[in-house]
């Protein structure tokens, strides 16, 4: 086994841990990034990218049908052809990292394709090579698609988004099983294509992590669009035979599909990865951290295995503040009191910091103010497709706002505005002294505020 000594390891290369080990590098550390798959992580190969050009497509289908009653007849054949050729000509490079680790070579760090595994504090082994990180190891493992413990399930050919993305052909039928962010943007996403969707959800709604009332309001609009949705139902067992699959629920229905895209939840990577000889608990389902992201001596970890948030812009967030403090540069430490979300269903549901529900568990005063957003004047003239709401959750004692919601058309470029507030803590007085463009969708937000005092 080789042996090496060297500035940082950082194991796992997802957004943020790409960017991480690109920074050390050209700020002069001498930096080993090991990944065990693709360089680059599951958003831009199996998640965000890929998942928003078949949004994006699936919006064009959509737009095209409700075009009729706007601007004279209009029809479309949709095909998946063009959006399976751009995912895998555009978006993934055919499932290639050659870019990603041509990327971080040319920041001027090692990149080695492996499994990597903790032996002590700032120890790392990768296959034959054993390294020595004077400086420290950052943890950026991410997730994987979780697999529930249904009878039957794990013998068949289901599909989870890793599937799903690269599908060049659509099926008949589809069951999606989690009514969570992934599974409703690609429940919809193959409806609009055609294929038959069911969406079953243990819970009692769809995105249970959102305010009620947008889980509500997208739930009419999937049952609209023809997408059957079994919320507070359990799948018990799974078969296939003959190329289709039965599946049974607690209710005691059956159905039957083509294809079965399982989307319930992920499963943080931090199996045998040596958490114990650090100190660790290997069975832990996160990674505990303080303000720099430190997990422990010479250790940092960021990402979904924080359990800040299994979004994207969380990661990359946190790389920002684990790599100030690994170069001891100093700063503002890690905050979550305004981390954004959006899902891409149509319409989109986005939100920021606590939810009503969070608030009130929290011990707040709270006050909330909604608007809805296809009676706005830019609802009005939108036209077909402009259903949605803002929510706003007030801390009253301070006047600030704590949460909000957007969902509608641009759901999530309407939560900038929001975020802002949230994060900032701009006092409720002063965003109510603002002049709000007209006729925009974010004026419905000025509605929303004035609905607190009712």
């Given amino acids: 086994m080789t042996q090496r000594e060297v500035d940082l390891v950082v194991i796992g290369a997802g957004p943020g841990g790409e ?5 050390a590098a050209k700020a002069g550390l001498e930096v080993v990034v090991v990944d065990r798959h693709l360089v680059g992580g599951e958003c831009p190969y199996y998640g965000c990218i890929p998942t928003k050009m078949m949004v994006r497509a699936s919006d064009a289908v959509a737009e095209v049908r409700r075009a009729s009653g706007l601007a004279g007849d209009a029809s479309i054949v949709p095909s998946w052809a063009p959006v399976a050729r751009r995912i895998d000509e555009d978006a993934t490079t055919h499932w290639d990292d050659t870019i990603a680790v041509d990327r971080l070579k040319d920041a001027g760090a090692t990149v080695h394709h492996g499994v990597a595994r903790l032996t002590g504090v700032g120890q790392v082994e990768v296959d034959e090579h054993r390294y020595t990180a004077r400086r420290g190891v950052v943890l950026n493992t991410g997730t994987r698609p979780a697999v529930p413990p249904v009878e039957g399930l794990a013998d068949t050919p289901y599909w989870t988004n890793r599937d ?13 099983v989690g009514g969570g962010p992934i599974g409703c943007e690609l429940a919809q996403v193959f409806a609009r294509f055609g294929v038959r969707v069911t969406v079953v959800q243990h819970g009692d709604r769809l ?6 009332e947008a889980a509500e309001l997208l739930a009419q609009v999937f049952t609209e669009e023809g997408i059957r949705v079994l919320t507070g139902v359990e799948l018990t067992r799974v078969s296939y035979a003959d190329g289709g699959f039965t599946l049974a629920l607690d209710s005691g229905e059956e159905l039957t599909a083509d294809k079965l895209l399982v989307a319930a939840g992920r499963t943080p990577n931090l199996d045998d990865l040596g958490l114990e000889t650090v100190g660790l608990d290997p069975a832990a389902r996160t990674v505990e951290v303080d303000e720099w992201l430190r997990a422990g001596e010479k250790l940092w970890a960021i990402g979904d295995i924080t359990g800040h948030g ?5 990661s990359m967030y946190q790389n920002a503040v684990a790599l100030r403090d690994i170069l001891e540069q100093g700063g503002e430490p890690a905050r979550y009191h305004a981390v954004p979300h959006a899902t891409f269903t149509d319409p989109e549901v986005a939100g920021v910091g606590m939810s009503e529900q969070q608030a009130r568990d929290a011990g707040l005063k709270v006050r909330t103010g909604s608007a809805n957003l296809a009676e706005s004047s830019r609802g009005f003239t939108h036209g077909p497709g402009a259903q949605g709401l803002i929510k706003v959750v007030e801390d009253a004692d301070r006047g600030v706002l704590v949460g909000a919601t957007a969902v509608g058309p641009a759901g999530g470029e309407i939560l900038g505005f929001l975020a802002v507030a949230v994060h900032a803590e701009v006092p409720v007085a002063t965003l109510r002294s603002m002049i709000f463009a007209y006729p925009t ?8 505020l004035s609905d607190l005092d009712q």
């Fill in 19 to 23: 960017a991480l080990a690109s920074g």
């Fill in 164 to 176: 799903a993305v690269q599908v060049t052909e659509l099926p008949g039928s589809l069951v999606v």
């Fill in 207 to 212: 995105l249970p992590a959102n305010e009620p």
């Fill in 310 to 314: 299994a979004f994207t812009h969380v």
């Fill in 441 to 448: 969708f974010h004026r419905a937000i000025e509605t929303a």
